[in-house]
C-alpha cells in the first residue's frame, strides 16, 4: 500500500491522501478538498483515482469532490448516514465494510462518530498498519464536536476503538494541528517529558514532509489518552475545583474536550 500525504498549505491546514495499489496502480483520493494538488499528484506518480472517499461532511472535506469525479469517474464512499449532507454518494459505508484499492490494497471501515455523527476511519491490516482518521484523532489531540458531534460519543470512539488498535499503528489525520495540540498536552501535564521533546522537534517542520506518529507515541504525548495521569487530574481540579479525587476516565476526557474549546 502506498500513501501519499498532500499538505494544501491552506488556512485550516489540511491534509489530504491518496491511497494506491503499488501493482495496478488504482488509487483512492481520501478527503481531496485541493482537487488540483491531488490530481496533479496522482498524474505525477503515474495513478488512476477510481474512488474518493470522505471521513465525514464538513465542506473543506468534501469540497473537491466534484472536480476530482469529473476528471477521473471515480465513484464517491461516505458514511451511509451523509447521503443527506454530502452530494452524489455512490457506496454507503458501514462499520467493517473492506474498500478494495487495486489488486493489493484492503481497508477496513471504523464507524467512529464524536467529531460529526457520520464519521469514518479506515484502518489498513499492512505492516505496519496505517489509520486514516479524518477529523476523530490528530497527531496529540482529538476533533472537536462544534459542527454537528457530540464528545460524549468521541470518548466512546477513543476508549473502544481507537486504544484498541495496534500501538504500532501509523496516525494520518486530515489536519496539521501537532504544535498546538502538543501545548496544549503541555498545558495540561507539564511534566510530560516526552511530549516537551517531541514539540521541539516538530514545531518549525514542514508540514508537505509532516511526521508521522503511532498509537504507541500518541499515548505517550496526547492528553485525550493521558485520562489516568494523576498531573493531567491534579491541573484539570484546578479548572474544575468540584472535579471528583479520583474521576473516571470518561469524566476527564470530557473536561479536557471542554478545555481544549477555549484554549
Known amino acids: 500500500m502506498l500513501v501519499e500525504q498532500i499538505w494544501t498549505a491552506n488556512a485550516l491546514r489540511n491534509f489530504n491522501y491518496l491511497i494506491a495499489c503499488p501493482d495496478t496502480g488504482e488509487a483512492l483520493a481520501i478527503d481531496p478538498l485541493d482537487h488540483k494538488r491531488c ?3 496522482a498524474r505525477d506518480r503515474g495513478w488512476e483515482i477510481t474512488q474518493v ?5 464538513h465542506p473543506d472535506h468534501t469540497g473537491g469532490n466534484g472536480q476530482v469525479i469529473e476528471a477521473t469517474g471515480a ?5 451511509y448516514n451523509a447521503k443527506d449532507k454530502i452530494r452524489g454518494i455512490d457506496v454507503g459505508l458501514r462499520a467493517g465494510d473492506v474498500i478494495r484499492v487495486g489488486k493489493t490494497v484492503e481497508l477496513e471501515t471504523l464507524d467512529t462518530p464524536g467529531h460529526t455523527m457520520s464519521h469514518v476511519c479506515l484502518f489498513s491490516h499492512t505492516d505496519p498498519p496505517a489509520l486514516l482518521c479524518g477529523d476523530t484523532l490528530f ?3 482529538a ?3 462544534h459542527n454537528g458531534g457530540h464528545p460524549n460519543e468521541l470518548y466512546e470512539t477513543f476508549v473502544k476503538q481507537l486504544s484498541a ?3 504500532q499503528t ?3 489525520p486530515g489536519h496539521d494541528y501537532i504544535s498546538s495540540n502538543l501545548k496544549f498536552t503541555l498545558d495540561r501535564e507539564p511534566d510530560n517529558i516526552k511530549a516537551e521533546s517531541l514539540l521541539a522537534d516538530v514545531e518549525d517542520q514542514d508540514p508537505s514532509r ?3 506518529t503511532n498509537l504507541a507515541l500518541e499515548k505517550e504525548i496526547n492528553a485525550f489518552f493521558r485520562l489516568r495521569s494523576p498531573t493531567v487530574m491534579a491541573r484539570l481540579r484546578e479548572a474544575f475545583p468540584n472535579l471528583p479525587d479520583d474521576p473516571d476516565a470518561k469524566t476527564v476526557f470530557l473536561k479536557l474536550r471542554e478545555l481544549r474549546n477555549s484554549w
Open 170 to 172: 501509523q496516525v494520518y
Open 53 to 57: 472517499l470522505n471521513t465525514h461532511e
Open 39 to 41: 490530481l496533479d499528484k
Open 165 to 167: 488498535l495496534p500501538e
Open 210 to 212: 509532516a511526521m508521522v
Open 143 to 145: 476533533g472537536n464536536c
Open 75 to 79: 465513484k464517491l464512499l461516505a458514511h
Open 139 to 141: 497527531n496529540a489531540g
